[in-house]
């Protein structure tokens, strides 16, 4: 009988003593993610209600930087950045396409929420390296041979390209290969390698055929520059040359290991 009552008291001891410690663990760990499941909801929601729902975060102001020509109300209207909506719904990449399909001259432009209540414009114009005479007024053409602009008066320091290509000869074999569109990229690529000083000081660059560019600086010098290949090595060659014959009134940098310079 003592074994008996010894054995019974052990398993309401057993009882009393509740589930074991790993059980015990696991309900607890169990309680912990529904709170944290319950915690995540409210969190949520106010933060979708603080981007959506709320004053806090709306579009107050349009701010525009980097402009040189164009001016920032001219960026604000073609961009069209809606007020008053939520900062977070605001259609970055469809500004960008806007500024670039209205604002030609617009290189680059970097749209920036910047928070709680404003949209940045960070733009880059496009710079010319050559004009175009055309009907009285001027084309400006950039770095990349982009036509981006017409303007009335011509930049100041900015050469004007004449395109003069024969009908016969090189300049009509030139022409049928490579197309006017090519021709002025070319010269456009000269331009983009002159010096600064010659490039402020020349007035035109004239292209006759692909390998027959030359220049007319604005104090009536000339420079045969040939095609556009090497053009780095062209550059430091007529820098080179210019200081070494002051006097010229000519210079031949199309070979640029074997430059010559003539008239005084």
Do not use: C
């Amino acid at each position: 009988m003592a074994g008996s009552t010894t054995a019974k008291r052990g398993a309401r001891q057993r009882e009393s003593s509740g589930p074991p410690p790993a059980r015990r663990l696991g309900r607890r760990h169990l309680r912990l993610l529904v709170l944290l499941g319950i915690a995540a909801v409210f969190l949520g929601s106010g933060s979708f209600w603080l981007l959506y729902g709320s004053d806090l975060v709306r579009v107050e102001r349009v701010s525009v930087s980097g402009t040189e020509v164009l001016t920032p109300q001219q960026v604000r209207e073609a961009a069209d950045v809606p007020l008053g909506g939520p900062l977070i719904s605001v259609d970055t990449e469809a500004i960008e396409a806007r500024l670039a399909r209205e604002l030609p001259r617009i290189d680059t432009v970097d749209v920036v929420r910047s928070w709680p209540h404003e949209i940045a414009l960070k733009v880059t114009e496009r710079s010319p390296v050559l004009l175009i005479h055309k009907g009285g007024k001027f084309v400006e053409v950039d770095d990349d041979g982009v036509r981006f602009a017409t303007v009335s008066k011509a930049p100041r320091g900015v050469p004007e390209l004449e395109l003069a290509v024969s009908r016969s000869g090189s300049g009509a074999a030139s022409l049928r290969r490579f197309g006017e569109n090519r021709l002025v990229r070319e010269a456009v690529r000269v331009a983009r390698d002159l010096p600064a000083p010659v490039a402020g000081a020349t007035r035109t660059v004239k292209v006759r055929s692909y390998d027959a560019i030359s220049l007319e600086l604005r104090d009536g010098r000339t420079v045969d520059w040939g095609s556009s290949e090497k053009g780095d090595r062209k550059g430091r060659t007529l820098t080179a040359l210019m200081k070494a014959v002051p006097d010229a009134r000519h210079f031949d940098v199309s070979v640029p290991t074997a430059p010559a310079s003539s008239g005084s």
